[in-house]
T-cell receptor, first 110, second 117 residues
Framework: RKEVEQDPGPFNVPEGATVAFNCTYS??????FFWYRQDCRKEPKLLMSVYSSGNEDGRFTAQLNRASQYISLLIRDSKLSDSATYLCVVNRGSWGKLQFGAGTQVVVTP | GAVVSQHPSWVICKSGTSVKIECRSLDFQATTMFWYRQFPKQSLMLMATSNEGSKATYEQGVEKDKFLINHASLTLSTLTVTSAHPEDSSFYIC?????????????FGQGTRLTVV
């Protein structure tokens, strides 16, 4: 079983709609959780950290469920520029040593 | 955010040759650097952890004699793919952390797309 698993998608989303997707992780000792965004052939960029209480950053809302070991990302009012691959990332315990999911592709259409 | 510069951004080389990729932290001292590899439609896979002034720690299944890592200074780590073969074609990317940086922060280089022909 992979340490971090994601639905690869693609999620085809009309502009202005809401899309949500999850990621599961296998290491119950994982401490830190993140969503990164990766555009085609580019380096990943931090979208947001995920906190136990859930957190929001503009149109993006992240949730963490430690009991079920999953993380979610919700994007409201989707923009064309939101089209990208969203990577679920878990800190493996060692400082800076991150475990990446394979990514969920989101395609926002006009 | 911190700036990590990776060079070259892309390279095409002949099978059997070696390729060196550089990762530089431009505005902070990177005590630790991580090297990842990403095949198409797959996740970034950690190859090795590089600590300044010491030997790199390789992940299981990564050949240390094929992927040579040098982290001789606090601002530079290099990855050399020795005797490259077509199956080594991939996207290689580094990330860096340093003194005073939170463990939540992973600053990535721009990545290097290696094509071995």
């Amino acid at each position: 079983r992979k340490e971090v698993e994601q639905d690869p998608g693609p999620f085809n989303v009309p502009e202005g709609a809401t899309v949500a997707f999850n990621c599961t992780y296998s290491n119950s000792a994982s401490q830190s959780f993140f969503w990164y965004r990766q555009d085609c052939r580019k380096e990943p960029k931090l979208l947001m950290s995920v906190y136990s209480s859930g957190n929001e950053d503009g149109r993006f809302t992240a949730q963490l469920n430690r009991a079920s070991q999953y993380i979610s990302l919700l994007i409201r009012d989707s923009k064309l520029s939101d089209s990208a691959t969203y990577l679920c990332v878990v800190n493996r315990g060692s400082w800076g040593k991150l475990q990446f999911g394979a990514g969920t592709q989101v395609v926002v259409t006009p | 955010g911190a700036v990590v510069s990776q060079h070259p951004s892309w390279v095409i080389c002949k099978s059997g040759t070696s390729v060196k990729i550089e990762c530089r932290s431009l505005d902070f001292q990177a005590t630790t650097m991580f090297w990842y590899r990403q095949f198409p439609k797959q996740s970034l896979m950690l190859m090795a952890t590089s600590n300044e002034g010491s030997k790199a720690t390789y992940e299981q299944g990564v050949e240390k004699d094929k992927f040579l890592i040098n982290h001789a200074s606090l601002t530079l780590s290099t990855l050399t793919v020795t005797s490259a073969h077509p199956e080594d074609s991939s996207f290689y990317i580094c990330s860096a952390g340093g003194q005073g940086r939170k463990d939540t922060e992973a600053f990535f280089g721009q990545g290097t797309r290696l094509t071995v022909v």
